[in-house]
């Protein structure tokens, strides 16, 4: 049996310490935790009427997907409209959003891990550029001010 340096048993013993310390933090990870859309409405303050994409992935499956158009701002109001038949159980999303303004536009990713609220207000704004060239989308989410009821998760 050969000889084993103590340099390399202290070497083989600081690998299999890390990958033991790896392993138990792998199991800790249990990944991004379940929120609940409690509202999701958009806005468009430009003076044309913007179609965008929203949809909602679950473990990479589509679990709800809509292409609405918000009416045309007039004379300094902002319009608005209130999405309806999105998911409302306490889950794990992914989210996107897109303008229909500009094949080219990139969708805007929202990934699950970047939520931190449970009962997310969430709120699709369509805004003029400074430029007047066209319009950008901006998401604001918001902790629901009156809670939301929790839904049984799966």
């Known amino acids: 049996m050969p000889q084993l340096s103590r340099r390399r048993i ?20 249990s990944g991004p935790d379940p929120y609940q859309f409690v509202s999701i409405s958009a806005t468009n303050d430009t003076q044309q009427p913007r179609t965008f994409h ?17 009416p045309a701002s007039e004379a300094g109001t902002v319009e608005s409209i209130e999405l309806e038949g999105y998911p409302t159980e306490r889950r794990v999303y992914d989210f ?20 931190s609220e449970t009962c997310l207000d969430l709120s699709i ?12 989308v901006r998401m604001r989410k918001d902790i629901d001010p009156d809670g ?6 799966s």
Not at 18 to 26: F, N, V
Not at 54 to 70: A, I, K, Q, R, W
Not at 125 to 136: H, K, M, R, Y
Not at 148 to 153: G, Q
């Open 148 to 153: 939301c009821e929790p839904s049984p998760t």
């Open 10 to 29: 202290i070497r083989l013993a600081g690998v299999a310490s890390a990958g033991g310390l790896t392993g138990c933090s792998a199991l800790s990870d």
């Open 96 to 115: 996107y959003v897109r303008l229909d303004s500009d094949a080219n536009d990139e969708w805007q990713q929202f990934p699950a891990e970047t939520i």
């Open 54 to 70: 929203f949809v909602v992935l679950e473990d990479d499956e589509l679990v709800y997907g809509v292409s609405p158009t918000v």
């Open 125 to 136: 704004n369509v805004e003029a550029l400074p430029d007047s060239t066209g319009a950008e």
